[in-house]
């Protein structure tokens, strides 16, 4: 058996399942290119019957994508699959992954469908599946609880359907690293035909043990790992790519097998996927937190300074962690500005790059010190920007001990230029009515308001994260400035342009003051 386990990247489907995790279709094609540079050899784009949005994103990441395998989800339907075809069908190696629950109480109470019904429908749902694309996933939905004895029998249809790949999902993250492990040995053992089909897993971190149980199963023969961007995904999120392929990496002496990831293209990928959907990664995270690679207490220090391999067990280099030595501020030209830009993987448009460019220069004006993560956290805002119907155009806060707070805010809305004012409980209240005033979305309440600090000192720039929610789905948007407040009108309109996207183009009825 081969020691290469191919990753499978959800962060587009399962990981924008998180609720106000939703991105763009410019959103996305950034997030497919670094994970085809971070080396991940499948990407799940979508579901591509979920919606217009998503269909579109499919046929797009399977347009771009030049090496690896796109693949769309699909229930057990021939119009889920023929949609999940309609988009995939542009990639060079498109993949359709279809699914349908095993266990019985989801067979039960979701589906309403006695066992032989669903074997009945594997059969039907991956031939037609594999009549139609020559690369065909088969995933059976809550197979951690599911009776062994039926789930071999439902991995045996899949294989003699067609599929070459079978997934078994730890869909509400109930396994144990043992359990896990044992699943997937006595699976592969006891299927007739399970030597024609890649067992792969999928893990949700209900327990936080996603990526344990992924270890567990590669070591009793999976050779797919299914993964995201920092482990965003349904509830408590997916196995994360970046622990996975280090643990495999690190601990090559323990277990023997390798990833085709590029381990230094890690962080410029936690760091896209966290400034596009506004997750923030916690400090103390594996590998990509703030603090994976900080040492603070004196005993460590002496270590670190001795030899770093008294508290590191890998360097930060091979996460793609450098400090560059081009330290930008307001002398700083076009060419120091492009060279960091290309450090921190960024390439823009010439017309992104000229009002990013300008903003850098607006806030070394105001900042001391300009730290990569305020490059990073401009040009993201900058660039998440590019496409939106709403934007801001001027922010004036009035606020005291005295009397209540005032905002005066002027958007552009379909670049008509409107101004508002409004009074609230101090500014970020005044602001938001005046937002209300401007564009009116009843329906959308703000459900959470987020700041953080996105480097250090009293002039860092604020990120600022708002959720709004709407019908039982939510939307995120980020803004980022060195004024709290004008971050804050940027992050809300970030939303509403989301919103927009959700509800589809005809969405938000704007007026004028
Ligand atoms: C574990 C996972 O992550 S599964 C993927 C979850 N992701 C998503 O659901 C996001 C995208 N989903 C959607 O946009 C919508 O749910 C859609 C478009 C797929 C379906 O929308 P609707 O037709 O309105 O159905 P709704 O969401 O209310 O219910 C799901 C239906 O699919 C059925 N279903 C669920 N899984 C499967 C399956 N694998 N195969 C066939 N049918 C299925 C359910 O039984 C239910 O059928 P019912 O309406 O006859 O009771
Ligand atoms: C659809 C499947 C693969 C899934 O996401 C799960 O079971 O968690
Ligand atoms: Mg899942």
Redesign the pocket.
């Known amino acids: 058996m081969t020691d290469t386990v191919l990753v499978f990247d959800t962060t587009l489907r399962?990981g924008e399942?998180s609720p106000g995790c939703s991105m763009n279709l410019a959103e996305k094609l950034r997030v497919a290119a670094q994970l085809e540079t971070m080396g991940v050899d499948i990407i799940e784009a979508g579901?591509a019957?979920?919606?217009e949005g998503d269909f579109e994103a499919v046929s797009e990441v399977a347009k771009q994508c030049k090496r690896a395998t796109v693949a769309s989800?699909a229930?057990?339907?021939t119009a889920?699959i023929d949609r999940a075809w309609a988009a995939v069908r542009h990639a060079g190696k498109p993949r359709i992954h279809t699914?349908?629950?095993t266990s019985p109480l989801h067979m039960r109470v979701?589906?309403?469908m006695a066992p032989e019904a669903v074997l009945e429908?594997i059969r039907g749902s991956v031939s037609h599946a594999r009549n139609i694309c020559p690369d065909v996933e088969w995933s059976a939905?809550d197979a951690t609880r599911s009776d062994p004895d039926f789930l071999a029998r439902a991995i045996e249809t899949a294989i003699r359907a067609g599929a070459r790949t079978i997934n078994l999902?730890d869909?509400v993250g109930y396994a144990t690293p043992e359990t896990y492990g044992a699943m997937f040995r006595d699976m592969i053992s006891r299927v007739p035909n399970a030597d024609q089909a890649i067992f792969s897993t999928h893990c949700h971190n209900d327990l936080g043990l996603a990526v344990a149980n992924t270890l567990s199963a590669v070591m009793a023969g999976a050779r797919q790992v299914e993964s995201t961007v920092n482990g965003i995904g349904?509830r408590a999120g997916n196995a994360a790519v970046e622990e996975i392929a280090m643990a495999l990496k690190v601990r090559h002496d323990a277990m023997p097998y390798r990833t085709n990831v590029v381990s230094t293209e890690i962080t410029r990928a936690s760091r896209l996927v966290s400034g596009i959907t506004g997750f923030q990664v916690q400090p103390n995270k594996a590998i990509v937190g703030a603090n994976a690679f900080a040492h603070e207490s004196g005993i460590h220090q002496d270590g670190m300074l001795k030899d770093a391999s008294t508290y590191e067990i890998m360097t930060p280099e091979s996460v793609g962690l450098s400090e560059s030595n081009l330290v930008l501020g307001k002398h700083s030209g076009r060419a120091a500005f492009r060279q960091k830009l290309a450090d921190l993987g960024y390439a823009l448009a010439d017309n992104e790059f000229q009002d990013a460019f300008k903003r850098f220069k607006d806030l070394a004006d105001a900042k001391k010190q300009v730290f990569d993560e305020d490059i990073v956290a401009l040009v993201d805002d900058e660039v998440l920007r590019g496409h939106d119907r709403i934007r801001v155009v001027e922010v004036e806060i009035y606020s005291g001990s005295h009397a209540p707070a005032r905002a005066v805010l002027t958007l552009a809305i379909d670049d008509v230029t409107k101004t508002a004012t409004a009074r609230g409980n101090g500014p970020v209240d005044a602001l938001f009515n005046a937002i209300h005033e401007l564009v009116p979305h009843d329906r959308g309440v703000l459900h959470l308001y987020e700041v953080h600090a996105v480097s250090e000192g009293t002039d860092a720039q604020a990120e600022v994260s708002v959720v709004l929610r709407e019908d039982g789905r939510s939307v995120r948007g980020v803004g980022a400035d060195v004024d709290t407040l004008i971050a804050s009108a940027r992050a809300y309109a970030n939303a509403l342009n989301k919103l927009m996207v959700k509800r589809g183009r005809s969405a938000l009825d704007a007026k004028a003051s």
Do not use: C
């Open positions: 399962d399942q579901f019957i979920a919606s989800l229930r057990a339907a889920d699914f349908i629950a979701k589906l309403n429908a939905e999902p869909t349904e």
